[in-house]
């Protein structure tokens, strides 16, 4: 009977106890994504625009904002290697969600590039607007190289960009954000993929550091992907498409019920499921001029 009880109690203790153990990951997560925004704020502050999602040597924000989050002597490390293989095989607590258990490693990875084995993976990625990125024949002087579903390049401007110029990659500045800071977001979250073809939080890399608002958070809507295809995966299918259309990816979490999302004022706020499609693109633009609707939830 005492072992009956014993075991009644801890049936209903584990769900709290694991329900306790998430709020303290999400919550550390949250400290990650500020910790990244303040660092591109400082960032903003050296070079007066916000770093750029990626360039075509493949150099991303990962690595731009290293010097400004304490992390010195990982960019001193930086010998120009366009596949950036310095960041690709480190762990940096500061970019990975505690809630994800896929241990930052892929081993199975495979492509037709140099890379270390195995790579590494993380779980921020920053917003490149609220449609896809087309990711050949991008302009580098096409804002963001954003198009809309119908193909037009979008007039939307983001806080990140992906472009292929080197000397003169696109980037945006506080001033170009004419919806407001604290309408706009700078930073989510994705999972670390598993398997062969799966290399979501591949930050390291220009094809894998953003993430869009066209679809909801955690949508089941399967992310576009140019190379890579993994539909059994549940938190994030992928489909295969061709080279001339656009790349989407969602935010994505293992968190419960929704995302972290920084904003470009620092703050970072949750963000459900289930948000209001409307207020979510609105919140991925930077000059939509769109009547915002509050983020759900308050400022961390």
């Known amino acids: 009977m005492v072992i009956a009880i014993i075991g ?19 919550m550390q997560c949250t400290n990650n994504q500020k910790q990244i925004v303040l660092a591109m704020h400082h960032y903003h502050d050296s070079f007066e625009t916000f770093p750029w999602a990626s360039r075509g040597d493949n150099m991303t924000w990962a690595t731009l904002v290293l010097p400004f989050s304490e992390k010195n002597q990982i960019f001193e490390n930086y010998d120009g290697n366009t596949i950036e293989t310095f960041i690709m095989d480190k762990v940096i607590s500061t970019y990975t969600c505690p809630s994800d258990s896929g241990n930052n490693k892929n081993e199975s990875f495979a492509l037709n590039i140099i890379l270390p084995s195995p790579i590494v993976l993380h779980n921020y990625i920053v917003c490149t607007g609220r449609e896809g ?36 990659p696109l980037v945006t500045a506080l001033t170009d954000i004419v ?27 220009g094809a894998e550091c953003f993430f869009t608002t066209n679809q909801n958070p955690n949508t089941m809507v399967a992310d576009n992907d140019l190379f890579y295809t993994v539909t059994s995966h549940v ?20 968190h419960v019920g929704g995302v972290n999302a920084g904003l470009a004022d620092g703050s970072v706020r949750f963000i459900p499921d289930q948000i209001d ?24």
Not at 277 to 300: K, M, P, Q, R
Request: charged letters at 15%; aromatic letters at 8%; proline letters at 2%.
């Open 8 to 26: 009644m109690l801890i049936a209903l203790l584990l769900p709290a106890v694991q329900a306790a153990r998430e709020a303290v990951r999400r």
């Open 133 to 168: 990125v087309r990711y050949t024949g991008i302009s580098s002087n096409s804002r963001n190289g954003l198009i809309d579903e119908s193909g037009a390049t979008s007039q939307y401007l983001a806080v990140f960009n992906n472009s292929s110029s080197l000397n003169n």
């Open 179 to 205: 919806d407001g800071t604290s309408n706009t977001v700078a930073l989510s979250e994705t999972v670390q993929g598993a398997g062969t073809m799966d290399i979501l939080g591949f930050i390291g890399s």
């Open 235 to 254: 938190r994030h299918p992928l489909v295969s498409i061709s080279a001339t259309y656009y790349v989407r990816r969602s935010a994505r979490s293992w």
């Open 277 to 300: 499609l409307d207020v979510w693109h609105a919140a991925g633009s930077a000059n939509g001029g769109e009547i915002f609707v509050t983020l759900i939830s308050s400022d961390l």
